[in-house]
């Protein structure tokens, strides 16, 4: 199963599972989306749960939130994450806060979907990695899969979460777990191990995240796309690596990393993002703080660098695997 | 136009209803794939029947154009009706050329992608007229605030071609260094401001650009440019609001393909109203047009430009067009609309109505067209040719340095940015 299909099989188990869920987003209901996560959902569930919507998305996450308080599960989609800014308000300041300031007599089960990241050509409005601007709001958790198996357990997790979950998709790895090496064809997820997703209803735990390579000389902090760059340069290096999949970034499985980071003594943190305020800042602030005393080298970030997303330098921008490989090379070399 | 049921009213309302189930509406367009086009929807007004109004109306008082509709070309070709002004034969000569370019080069680029040159285009096909005709009642100096199918302002000034298709290809000539998508230009010096990929944002930036030229008292108008689904975002309410409360010399379009990638235009509100009626309640005067009559895109164009020059204040114009091309090189319309869907567009196709007006002033004919048509296909060639020498996605080791990637992002480059770039090594 692909990644999109594997949404598209979360969102449907859950539908059918759960009369309050509704989805909705633009092209997301006749036609099923631009990327066809939602495709065949309105013609399965009718066009009161799955339909298309006006081009909103403050619009779009007001009215979750509205849905959501009145007691239905809606799990709406944003275009790209790009676009998402115009909703950013309704996602801060209130679905992030019902719960609190209400003290609890009004709750916010709703998931924001979008996809994320680069390595399509999609130029600075197609291309962007959001996270950070999310996990530096208080109440919201924020999950990032890196592979078809999780996408469907996590979004299963999500939807059922009692509190607003923004689920970020890794766009370049919707069809295969493509690993930066942009001159060669992508294997289709239908031939990888992480492609065989379970029929029917499933969850994977928010909050934990996953050991994608077993390795002893340096732990690698990575999440979505970044999992498939890291397995490729440790593979290409010959560097024995622990590659962390956060798979949810708020909450954070602090014990997975200082256990790793305590055994290998070294990490380094790599994501899509820009780098200044990025979640490697707090994931190295973490790491400085709970395992100081195992640490053998400074932590190094591979990141975005600090300009707008580009269109044609795409791959002299996009952490690769050169670049991730390098930074492990000089981590042992300190 | 299309007569509204007569309803029974449901109650008065004064009586209490007993408890019923509700539900909820989603509007659903008349045809999908397979389906027959029916575009009995579209309330069109007959031809020359919509007055125009004096300078200085109020919204209210024209509040019905709005609802109705400009149209001066007849099916003959003939121009009638009280916006039909008498266009000099070199205005239509250019009028026609720029909408037949546009057409061409879009053809041309649309092929480029396809064959891997850029990574993505697109088409304005069967829109031409009315960013060609707007643009022909502007002035130097003036402001547009294009979407991304808006390239009919830049033929109607014969601007480079060669400029737009560097930017095309990222290539090493792309005035904009290979930082932006494909067709989201920035050309000053053609009154075309830089092209977001964000829907909406500019609309309001529009009124502001034109608010500015107000406080310094300067005599340069804006256009403020929109889809039909993107009306929907906040941002277009928030520039009818400003436009509105401070009368600021603006024309802000409406390009009403019916289309806003897969959702039709009752999705963003086009159901139960018009799109030119939201000016209405912003206090803002509307109109809504024939946008495949050049002739009426260039009388309503003028008119509101007109206003905007004599600090008489926004325009909201709503034109109806159809969107005959896939949304864009992504997509694939057949998967949710009728296939042969523009053949049966009412108001037909804008290249060929101007067409049919010159021949029928004597200022044209079937021959000089076809004519026309090669030459421009030809040029268009020729151009690529040429722009594809500075390099094409394809050949990428012509493309603009990855170092320039680090420019402008600031005025003056600070620290942090000059050791990312050492970093890159470049
Ligand atoms: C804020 C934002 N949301 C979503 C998109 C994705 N998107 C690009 S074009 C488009 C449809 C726009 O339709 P319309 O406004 O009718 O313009 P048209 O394409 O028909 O010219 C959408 C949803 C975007 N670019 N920006
Ligand atoms: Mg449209």
Redesign the pocket.
Known sequence: MSMIEAIRDAHDVMMARDENVVVFG??AGYFGGVFRCTEGLQQKYGKHRAFDAP?S?SGIVGAAIGMATYGLRPCVEI??AD?VY?AYDQIVSEAARIRHRSNGEFTCPMVVRMPVGGGIFGGQ?HSQSVEAIFTHVVGLKVVMPSNPRDAKGLLIASIEDPDPVIFLEPKRIYNGPFDGHHERPVVPWSKHEDGQVKTGYYKTELGKAAIAREGREVTILTYGTMVHVALAAAEETGVDAEIIDLRTLLPLDQEAIEASVNKTGRCIVVHEATRTSGFGAELCALVQRHCFYALEAPIIRVTGYDTPYPHVNEWDYFPSPERVGEAMKQILEA | MTKEKSKKPVASGHEKSSPQKLSLHVPEPKTRPGDKPDFSYVRISPVGETPRPALDVSAIEIRDLAFGMVRVLDDQGEAQGPWAVELEEDVLRKGLRAMMRTRAFDKRMQRAQRQGKTSFYMQATGEEAISVAQQMVLRKGDMSFP?Y?QQGLLFAQDFPILEMMNQIYSNEKDALRGRQLPVLYSFKKAGHFTIS????TQYIQAVGWAMGSAIKGDDKIACGW?????TA?NDFHSALVFAGVYRAPVILNI?N?Q???SSFQGIAGGEATVFAARGVGYGVPALRVDGNDFLAVYAVSEWAAERARRNLGPTLIEWITY?AAA?STSDDPSKYRPKDDWEHWPLGDPIERLKQHMIKRGMWSDEQHVQAEAEYDEEMRVAAEEAESYGTLQALEHRPSPAEMFENVFEEMPPHLRRQRQEMGV
Do not use: C, K, M, V
Not at chain 2, 197 to 200: I, Y
Not at chain 2, 226 to 230: A, H, K
């Open positions: 633009e092209d081009i998305e275009q790209f676009y115009p409005t | 979407t199918r990929g964000n829907l909406a929109i889809g039909d689904g993107s975002e390009t393909n289309w806003a990638i969107r949304h």
